[in-house]
């Protein structure tokens, strides 16, 4: 069956450190993959998108790595700051839809 | 200013009520969306629409009904024949329903009472 992991449901690390997320998957060829963000109680907002073809792509203190071999998404938020504090989602392109993982909650601690 | 807009925010429902949830966009996006999360889960599909007067069940559409008869809008209907509703309901849309970008609606929470 598909099935789509984050690497853990809750995640803490200090301030100024950098946090990577992990989004697994199997049973999945997504053309792409992206990543949002989520805080309590609102909708998600979409953070960064990374291609098949693509390694890696960066945005301001934002890093994703695409692995089609290992079936793996890296999410690096680097020198982290307590307002990075937030639910993390990756989503896969299938078909016509995306599909979700379910989230690592990431806590930045000053 | 442009987005998504959701209502009501909390609603409460009786057992065996039917409730419909707004959602209306000013994006010009031809794709919209309704998404349902719980605790620890991903968010899953429910219903999507990709043009108007049309629409197709996503992957958990039983006890839930729909209708797209304009553009900016997509009601969602959680009939009493779903028998788990309380969760946090999402709607979203794409330029088209080709993998483009969701933008999210900041979601509606029910709770049966």
């Known amino acids: 069956s598909q099935k789509i992991e984050q690497n853990s449901e809750a995640l803490n690390i200090q301030e100024g450190k950098t946090a990577t997320l992990t989004c697994n998957y199997t049973n999945y060829s997504p053309a792409y993959l992206q990543w949002y963000r989520q805080d309590p109680g609102r909708g998600p907002v979409f953070l960064l998108l990374?291609?098949?073809?693509?390694k890696e792509k960066r945005k301001e203190r934002l890093k994703v790595t695409f692995d089609t071999t290992l079936k793996q998404s890296l999410f690096h938020i680097t020198a982290s700051q307590p307002a990075d504090s937030a639910t993390y989602l990756c989503?896969?392109?299938?078909?016509?839809?995306?599909?979700f993982g379910p989230g690592t909650r990431l806590s930045v601690l000053p | 200013d442009g987005g998504i807009t959701q209502s009501p925010k909390y609603l409460f429902r009786k057992e065996g009520q039917n409730v419909t949830l707004s959602c209306e966009q000013n994006?010009?996006?031809?794709?919209m969306y309704w998404y349902r999360q719980d605790p620890g889960q991903g968010l899953r599909l429910i219903y999507y629409s990709q043009i108007v007067n049309d629409f197709q069940k996503g992957d958990i559409a039983e006890g839930y009904s729909v209708s797209r008869e304009k553009k900016e809008s997509f009601p969602l209907t959680v009939t009493s024949a779903q028998k788990n509703p309380t969760a946090f309901y999402l709607c979203a849309s794409s330029i088209k329903a080709t993998g483009n970008t969701i933008y999210f609606g900041e979601g509606s929470w029910l709770t049966v009472v």
């Open positions: 989503a896969l392109l299938l078909g016509q839809n995306f599909v």
């Open positions: 994006l010009n996006h031809d794709a």
């Open positions: 990374i291609r098949e073809n693509e």
